[in-house]
C-alpha cells in the first residue's frame, strides 16, 4: 500500500502532516515517500509537477495532498504556475471523477451563515468531472486577432466533451447515488451551451441502466440558487469541470467551513488524489492555526475507495465527530465555549480519540 504524499505550499505541510499521523496510527504497513507539487516544486525543481514527484505518483496506489498556491507564483507565466501542478497530476493519472461530500455535523449546526433550520441534517455529494470541459480543451488562449475592425487582443478557452467522458461520470454518479438515497440531479446550461445539451442526453441515457435511481436536471444558475435556498433537496449532484468546481465551493460554505470539506480524485480503478477542498490558505501559513480535518477526512475516503477498508475510514470519521463533540475547534470553526486548538493540536485530539 504505497501512498505518495504531497504536502504542496501555505498550510500544505502542516495539514498532511496530521493526516499522515492519522494514518501511521491505524497500523496498516503504509510505504509513504513525500516529493514536491506545485509552488514548492517550482522553486526546488523548475516545474510545478517534476519528473520525480511524476515517478513517485504513477507508481502509487494513493496520493495524499495538501494545497498548491500562494500570491509569489501568481505572476509566474501559466506554466509555472502551482495550479499547474495539480491540472497536470489530476490530467496524467486519469483522475476523472472528483467525489465532493458536503455534510454538516451537528456539532457546527451554527457555524453556516445559513439558518440552522435549512442546513441541519445536509449529507450532499457532489460528483465533478475533472479531466475534461472548459479547464482542458484546446484551443485556448489570449493573441492578437482583427475583430470588430479593431485589432485588439482576444482571449479565447473551449469548452468540450466527448459523450463517453459524460456516460463515465454520470455512471459514478449513480454508482454513489444507489449507496445513499439514490436521486441525482445532473446540473448543465442546455439553454445556451451545445456541449451541455449533449451533457443532459447522455445523462438521460443513463439514467435508463438504473431503474432505481431517480434523475433529475437542472441548469447550473437555478443549481447555484437552489443550493443556499434548500440544499437538502439534493442527494447526489453530477456536473462537469467547470461548474463542479463553483458549485462545490458554495456546497462548502453550507457546512459552515471549507475546512471540513474532504475530496476523492478517482481514475478507473479507483487509484486516487486525496485532498481537501480547500487551497493554501497562505494568510495562515506556518502559524499552526489550519483545520486539519478535511485532510484527514480526506485520509478516510483514502482508505475507503483506494484500499477498500471501510472500517478504517469509518473509524477516522467516528475519531473527527468525537473532537467536534468534544468541543475542539480550529479559528475557522469556532465558537464561544468551545476549546480553540491549533493544527498539531486537533491532529493530537482525532489520535486519542482514534
Ligand atoms: C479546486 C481548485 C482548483 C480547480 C484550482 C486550484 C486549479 O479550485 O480543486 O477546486 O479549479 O480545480
Ligand atoms: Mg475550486
Given at each position: 500500500m504505497k501512498i505518495c504524499v504531497l504536502p504542496g505550499d501555505g498550510i500544505g505541510p502542516e495539514i498532511t502532516a496530521e493526516a499522515v499521523r492519522v494514518l501511521m496510527a491505524l497500523d496498516m504497513k503504509f510505504e509513504m515517500e513525500e516529493a514536491l507539487l506545485g509552488g514548492c516544486a517550482v522553486d526546488a525543481a523548475g516545474s510545478p509537477y517534476p519528473e520525480a514527484t511524476q515517478k513517485l505518483a504513477q507508481a502509487a496506489d494513493a496520493v495524499l495532498l495538501g494545497a498548491v498556491g500562494g500570491p509569489q507564483w501568481d505572476n509566474n507565466p501559466r506554466e509555472l504556475r502551482p495550479e499547474r501542478g495539480l491540472l497536470g497530476i489530476r490530467k496524467q493519472?486519469?483522475?476523472?471523477?472528483?467525489?465532493?461530500?458536503?455534510?454538516?455535523?451537528?456539532?457546527?449546526?451554527?457555524?453556516?451563515?445559513?439558518?440552522?433550520?435549512?442546513?441541519?441534517?445536509?449529507?450532499?455529494?457532489?460528483?465533478?468531472?475533472?479531466?475534461?470541459?472548459?479547464?482542458?480543451?484546446?484551443?485556448?488562449?489570449?493573441?492578437?486577432?482583427?475583430?470588430?475592425?479593431?485589432?485588439?487582443?482576444?482571449?479565447?478557452?473551449?469548452?468540450?466533451?466527448?459523450?463517453?467522458?459524460?456516460?463515465?461520470?454520470?455512471?459514478?454518479?449513480?454508482?454513489?447515488?444507489?449507496k445513499r438515497n439514490k436521486r441525482v440531479c445532473s446540473v448543465d446550461k442546455m439553454n445556451v451551451l451545445e456541449?451541455?445539451?449533449?451533457?443532459?442526453?447522455?445523462?438521460?441515457?443513463?439514467?435508463?441502466?438504473?431503474?432505481?435511481?431517480?434523475?433529475?436536471?437542472?441548469?447550473?444558475?437555478?443549481?447555484?440558487?437552489?443550493?443556499?435556498?434548500?440544499?437538502?433537496?439534493?442527494?447526489?449532484?453530477?456536473?462537469?469541470?467547470?461548474?463542479?468546481?463553483?458549485?462545490?465551493?458554495?456546497?462548502?460554505?453550507?457546512?459552515?467551513?471549507?475546512?471540513?470539506?474532504?475530496?476523492?480524485?478517482?481514475?478507473?480503478?479507483?487509484?486516487?488524489?486525496?485532498?481537501?477542498?480547500?487551497?493554501?490558505?497562505?494568510?495562515?501559513?506556518?502559524?499552526?492555526?489550519?483545520?486539519?480535518?478535511?485532510?484527514?477526512?480526506?485520509?478516510?475516503?483514502?482508505?475507503?475507495?483506494?484500499?477498500?477498508?471501510?472500517?478504517?475510514?469509518?473509524?477516522?470519521?467516528t475519531a473527527v465527530k468525537k473532537v467536534l463533540s468534544q468541543g475542539f475547534r480550529t479559528g475557522d470553526i469556532f465558537e464561544p465555549g468551545m476549546k480553540k486548538v491549533g493544527t498539531k493540536e486537533m491532529g493530537d485530539a482525532v489520535l486519542a480519540a482514534l
Open positions: 493519472l486519469g483522475l476523472f471523477a472528483n467525489l465532493r461530500p458536503a455534510i454538516l455535523y451537528p456539532e457546527l449546526a451554527n457555524a453556516s451563515t445559513l439558518k440552522p433550520e435549512v442546513v441541519a441534517g445536509l449529507d450532499i455529494l457532489i460528483v465533478r468531472e475533472l479531466t475534461g470541459d472548459i479547464y482542458f480543451g484546446q484551443p485556448r488562449g489570449i493573441e492578437m486577432r482583427d475583430v470588430d475592425g479593431k485589432h485588439q487582443r482576444f482571449g479565447f478557452n473551449t469548452m468540450h466533451y466527448t459523450e463517453s467522458e459524460i456516460r463515465r461520470i454520470v455512471r459514478v454518479a449513480f454508482d454513489a447515488a444507489r456541449c451541455t445539451q449533449l451533457w443532459r442526453d447522455v445523462a438521460t441515457e443513463v439514467a435508463d441502466e438504473y431503474a432505481d435511481v431517480e434523475l433529475s436536471h437542472m441548469l447550473v444558475d437555478n443549481a447555484a440558487m437552489q443550493l443556499v435556498k434548500n440544499p437538502k433537496q439534493f442527494d447526489v449532484i453530477v456536473t462537469g469541470n467547470m461548474f463542479g468546481d463553483i458549485l462545490s465551493d458554495e456546497a462548502s460554505m453550507l457546512t459552515g467551513s471549507i475546512g471540513m470539506l474532504p475530496s476523492a480524485s478517482l481514475d478507473e480503478n479507483n487509484k486516487g488524489l486525496y485532498e481537501p477542498s480547500h487551497g493554501s490558505a497562505p494568510d495562515i501559513a506556518g502559524k499552526g492555526v489550519a483545520n486539519p480535518l478535511a485532510t484527514i477526512l480526506s485520509a478516510a475516503m483514502m482508505l475507503r475507495y483506494t484500499f477498500n477498508r471501510e472500517e478504517a475510514a469509518q473509524r477516522i470519521e
